[in-house]
C-alpha cells in the first residue's frame, strides 16, 4: 500500500479551490448552477492572473451575494442596473477588467433599458447572464425567459402567451446589437458543458483587452428548489426543456475566430 | 492674481467649474432647463482634461452609472431638472448607503408630472428630507447667483469626500438659464490618488472591497442606520451655512432661498425705503438646515414671511426653528412663476399691517 502522505502532495493535485474562491459555505441551493458559474469564474481570473485588476458587479436576485465568495473588489448594484454601474466603473478605469453577473430577471426584465444600451454602446465590459428561466430569489415568480406552459408561482397552470406575453430570446435580441463583440450560449448542466462554459467566460474576459465591445455570455443554468426538482432532475429537465428554445452555441464571434 | 472673468449663462458655469473642479466623469441625459451643462460638457471637458461625459439612455442609467464609478474613488456627477431627479430616486438611495461622493445638480422646473420648464423650487422637499426610500440625507446647498453655480461645485465635492455621502447643489430654472457676470477659479488638476476604499482592483496586501447598500441581517442593518445618523449629527455641527442681509436692526425678515431670496432682498429695500426695517435671512445649505441660528433671530423680531416658488415646504422647517418665538407667514407662487419684489412687499404690507404702522 501506498502511504498518504506520498500521494496527496503538490505535483498530484488535479483539483483544488481556485485561490479567488474564498472558503467559506455558499447560500445558494444544493445543486443550483450559482456555485458552479461562480467557480469558473474564479478559475478563470486565477489562470488569467487578474485578481488585481477585476472588478465585478453582482446583481439583485440569488446572487446578489456574489461578492461573499469571490474574492476581488466588487460592487452591489440596484435590480436592473448592473451594467449602468459596470459602465461607470469601466468608463473611469477603462484599463480594468469589468464584468456583471445578473439573473433573467436582473437583466431582462427590469434592466432591459441598461442590458440594450450598455450593449448597443459597446462598453468593453463582460456580462455574464445566468438564465435559470424563473425568478429564484423572491420564490419562483415567472421570468421573462419562462418558457411556454412552464409552471410558476405567477403562472401556476404554466405561462400562457396569451396572459402573459411570451419567453424572451434577449441573448438574440443583444447580437445584433454593432457594439456586442462576443456573444455565446453555454449551459452548466454536464462537465462537457461546463468546460465550455468557462472557455467563453475566458473569452469573455479576454477580450476586454481588445477595446472592441461587450462580450455576452449566457449561462443556461437551473433552479432545483423552484423548479421544485432534485438537481439531477433539473439537470435533465434543462437539457429536455431548455435547450432546444435557447440552444448552446456562439451567436457571434470575433473576425479572428473567423467570425464577420 | 487677477481671477478670469466671464459672462455665463448658470448652466454653462456650472459645467465649466466642473472642469476646473477636475471632475473626472459625468453622466447625464438631457431635461430642461439644465440641458446645457450635458452640452457644455460634452464641448469642452474631454479635450481639456480627458473627463468622461456619457449621454446616458436614461436618468436611472446616469445616477447608476454615477454610483458605478464613484465606487471607484473619483470626482462624479450628473445634473438633472425635477422629472429627471425623481426618476434618479432609486440609485440615489444606494449611493447614500453605500456611502459614495458624487454630486448631483438639480435645476428645478414647475410640477409636479411633466409640468412646465419654468423655474420652481418645488422639490425641496424631495432634496432636503430624502426622496428616495430609507433613512438618508443629501447635503443640499442652494445658490442664488451664477457666481455660486460655480463655487458651490468645488466646495461640493470636497464636501462630498469628506463625508463619503452625495452632495445636491438645488438650483431653480432661472438660475440655469440667466447670465451674469463671473469669476473663474484656476483649474485643479484631476487626481490620481485612489481612496482605500474604492473598488479599482484588489492589490494582494490588502482585504477586497466591497461596495454595498445590502445588510440583510436587521441589527448589522441598523448598525449602518446609526452610523449614517452619526454622520449627519456631524454634517449639523460643521456645515450649516447662511448669508443675512440687514437683519440686525430688522423688525421683519424674510426668510427664502436661491434666486427668491434675491428678489427678497430687493423687496427688502423697497420696504426699507418706506421705513420699514426688513431684512432677508437666506439659507444656504437647505441640509443641514439653519435651525439655531434662525430660532436666535425669532427672538428680537415682529415676524417672518417665508417666500418660496413652491406651496410652502421650506415654510416648515422655518415654523420648527422658530418654535412659536414668533409669527411665521408663507407667500408663494407654482407652476414656474417668479414672484416680483412688488409683490413681496405688498405681502409684508398685508401680513404685517399692524406691526409696521
Ligand atoms: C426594485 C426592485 N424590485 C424588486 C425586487 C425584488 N427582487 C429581488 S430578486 C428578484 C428577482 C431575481 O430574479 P433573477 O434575476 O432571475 O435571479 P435569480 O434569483 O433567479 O438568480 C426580484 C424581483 C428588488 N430587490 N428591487
Ligand atoms: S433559489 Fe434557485 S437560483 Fe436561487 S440559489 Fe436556489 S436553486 Fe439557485
Not at chain 1, 462598453?123 to 428561466?133: Q, R, S
Not at chain 1, 472557455?199 to 465591445?213: E, M, N, P, S, T
Not at chain 2, 473642479?21 to 452640452?39: H, K, M, N, R, W
Not at chain 2, 436692526?249 to 434666486?259: H, R
Amino acid at each position: 500500500m501506498i502511504a498518504e502522505e506520498s500521494v496527496c502532495v503538490e505535483e498530484n493535485l488535479v483539483y483544488d479551490r481556485p485561490k479567488t474562491l474564498i472558503d467559506t459555505t455558499m447560500h445558494y441551493c444544493p445543486g443550483c448552477g450559482h456555485g458552479v458559474a461562480h467557480r469558473l469564474i474564479a478559475e478563470v481570473i486565477d489562470e488569467l492572473g487578474i485578481q488585481d485588476k477585476t472588478i465585478g458587479v453582482a446583481p439583485v436576485g440569488c446572487s446578489v451575494f456574489a461578492y461573499n465568495y469571490l474574492d476581488i473588489d466588487m460592487s452591489e448594484a440596484a435590480h436592473g442596473r448592473a451594467t449602468a454601474v459596470a459602465t461607470g466603473i469601466k468608463r473611469m478605469l477603462p484599463d480594468k477588467y469589468v464584468f456583471s453577473y445578473q439573473g433573467d430577471g436582473d437583466l431582462a426584465a427590469i434592466g432591459t433599458g441598461e442590458t440594450i444600451h450598455t450593449c448597443n454602446r459597446g462598453e468593453n465590459i463582460l456580462i455574464i447572464f445566468i438564465n435559470n428561466g424563473i425568478y429564484g430569489m423572491t420564490g419562483g415568480q415567472m421570468a421573462p425567459t419562462t418558457l411556454v406552459g412552464m409552471k410558476s408561482t405567477t403562472s401556476p397552470e404554466g405561462r400562457i402567451p396569451e396572459l402573459m406575453g411570451n419567453p424572451l430570446k434577449i441573448t438574440e435580441l443583444i447580437a445584433q446589437l454593432p457594439g456586442v463583440y462576443y456573444c455565446t450560449r453555454v449551459a452548466v448542466n454536464t462537465p462537457n458543458n461546463v468546460r465550455k462554459a468557462k472557455k467563453a467566460i475566458l473569452k469573455g474576459f479576454q477580450y476586454q483587452d481588445h477595446k472592441k465591445g461587450l462580450c455576452f455570455v449566457e449561462i443556461v443554468s437551473n433552479c432545483p428548489s423552484n423548479w421544485k426538482m432534485t438537481p439531477v432532475e433539473a439537470n435533465k429537465w434543462l437539457e429536455e426543456n431548455m435547450l432546444p428554445f435557447y440552444p448552446l452555441g456562439d451567436l457571434k464571434v470575433p473576425e479572428i475566430e473567423g467570425g464577420k | 492674481m487677477k481671477k478670469e472673468l466671464r459672462l455665463m449663462k448658470g448652466n454653462e458655469a456650472l459645467a465649466e467649474a466642473a472642469i476646473r473642479a477636475g471632475c473626472d466623469g459625468y453622466f447625464g441625459y438631457p431635461i430642461t432647463p439644465q440641458s446645457e451643462v450635458l452640452e457644455y460638457l460634452s464641448k469642452e471637458a474631454y479635450k481639456r482634461t480627458g473627463m468622461i461625459v456619457l449621454q446616458a439612455e436614461s436618468e436611472v442609467a446616469s445616477i447608476n452609472m454615477v454610483y458605478g464609478a464613484a465606487g471607484t474613488g473619483k470626482k462624479v456627477m450628473t445634473s438633472s431638472s425635477s422629472p429627471g431627479i425623481s426618476l434618479m430616486q432609486e440609485g440615489i438611495s444606494y449611493i447614500a448607503c453605500a456611502e459614495l461622493p458624487c454630486l448631483i445638480v438639480n435645476v428645478m422646473r414647475g410640477g409636479p408630472g411633466l409640468g412646465t420648464i419654468q423655474p420652481s423650487q418645488g422639490d425641496y422637499f424631495q432634496a432636503v428630507k430624502g426622496g428616495g426610500h430609507g433613512d438618508y440625507k443629501l447635503i443640499v446647498l442652494a445658490p442664488s447667483t451664477v457666481q455660486e453655480m460655480v463655487d458651490f461645485v468645488p466646495l461640493s465635492f470636497d464636501l462630498a469626500f469628506k463625508y463619503k455621502n452625495p452632495v445636491m447643489i438645488l438650483a431653480d430654472g432661472a438660475l440655469g438659464q440667466m447670465m451674469e457676470k463671473v469669476e473663474l477659479f484656476d483649474p485643479i488638476p484631476r487626481k490620481n490618488n485612489t481612496e482605500e476604499w474604492a473598488t479599482v482592483g484588489k492589490p494582494k496586501n490588502r482585504e477586497r472591497n466591497i461596495i454595498t447598500s445590502l445588510h440583510i441581517e436587521p441589527d448589522k442593518m441598523e448598525e449602518i442606520n446609526h452610523k449614517l445618523q452619526k454622520k449627519y449629527k456631524e454634517i449639523e455641527e460643521n456645515e450649516v451655512r447662511y448669508e443675512m442681509i440687514n437683519c440686525d436692526d430688522a423688525d421683519i425678515i424674510i426668510v427664502a432661498f436661491g434666486l427668491v431670496a434675491r428678489i427678497s432682498s430687493k423687496a427688502a429695500e423697497l420696504a426699507r425705503e418706506k421705513g420699514l426695517k426688513v431684512g432677508v435671512f437666506r439659507p444656504i445649505s437647505l441640509y443641514p438646515f439653519p435651525y439655531e441660528k434662525l430660532n436666535r433671530l425669532a427672538e428680537n423680531v415682529k415676524g417672518m414671511l417665508v417666500t418660496e416658488m413652491n406651496a410652502g415646504q421650506m415654510v416648515e422647517d422655518v415654523k420648527l426653528a422658530v418654535n412659536g418665538k414668533t409669527d411665521v407667514h408663507f407667500y408663494g407662487r407654482m407652476g414656474g412663476i417668479v414672484p416680483s419684489p412688488e409683490e413681496i412687499l405688498a405681502q409684508l404690507e398685508e401680513k404685517f399691517s399692524g406691526e409696521l404702522v
